[in-house]
T-cell receptor
């Protein structure tokens, strides 16, 4: 099956600093990746859609200048939380569909998540 | 089942019993549904999926039922084991960006 990795798995940072989270598709190309945020005991909420070769699409209420997304290649998307504050502490998860021929493109493969704690 | 509220619905079952987890989905135009299992501190893991042209699909120890009339999904786990303890989410493909829309989730606790 398709594998998606995330790095780092957890990060602790001081308020005001920026944090970069990487999402990689290891054995398939991902022209689209999705970034979700999950608060404790809550469901996954879509933040933005990362598209290779074009700008990311952000969901309503998500600040694009705060959550910078760069889809650097067909296997890598990065989410940078700029000037992080304690309320940004959350579990960030990426996912990607596999558009390869013969593969169900609607199945999303999820990364293991990144736990961000802002002090 | 699900409820609108601050806390995750919890289902507690005895090891060996069958579990039924329910989900109400939101978009009547959705035609593909997935159940995910999420263990603490991990990303969602695919369990089983179903298309809207079916009302039942079986996997190994799991069965998904779809009732499009009332926009309802259920996940049945046979002979529940302690390793099944996790939060279970249903998801539908009705997102405007091709993304999945997730349900609220149900926490399954299996008592040995």
């Amino acid at each position: 099956g398709a594998v998606v990795s995330q790095h780092p798995s957890r990060v602790i940072c001081k308020s005001g600093t920026s944090v970069k989270i990487e999402c990689r598709s290891l054995d398939f190309q991902a022209t689209t990746m999705f970034w979700y945020r999950q608060f404790p005991k809550k469901s996954l909420m879509l933040m933005a859609t990362s598209n290779e070769g074009s700008k990311a699409t952000y969901e309503q209420g998500v600040e694009k200048d705060k959550f910078l997304i760069n889809h650097a290649s067909l296997t890598l998307s990065t989410l940078t939380v700029t000037s992080a504050h304690p309320e940004d502490s959350s579990f960030y998860i990426c996912s990607a569909p596999n558009f390869a021929q013969g593969v169900n493109k609607e199945t999303q493969y999820f990364g293991p998540g990144t736990r961000l704690l802002v002090l | 089942g699900e409820s609108v509220g601050l806390h995750l619905p919890t289902l507690s079952v005895q090891e060996g019993d069958n579990s039924i987890i329910n989900c109400a989905y939101s978009n009547s135009a959705s035609d593909y549904f997935i159940w995910y299992k999420q263990e603490s501190g991990k990303g969602p893991q695919f369990i089983i999926d179903i298309r809207s042209n079916m009302d039942k699909r079986q996997g190994q120890r799991v069965t998904v039922l779809l009732n499009k009339t009332v926009k309802h999904l259920s996940l049945q786990i046979a002979a529940t084991q302690p390793g099944d303890s996790a939060v279970y989410f249903c998801a539908e493909n009705g997102g405007s960006q091709g993304n999945l829309i997730f349900g609220k989730g149900t926490k399954l606790s299996v008592k040995p």
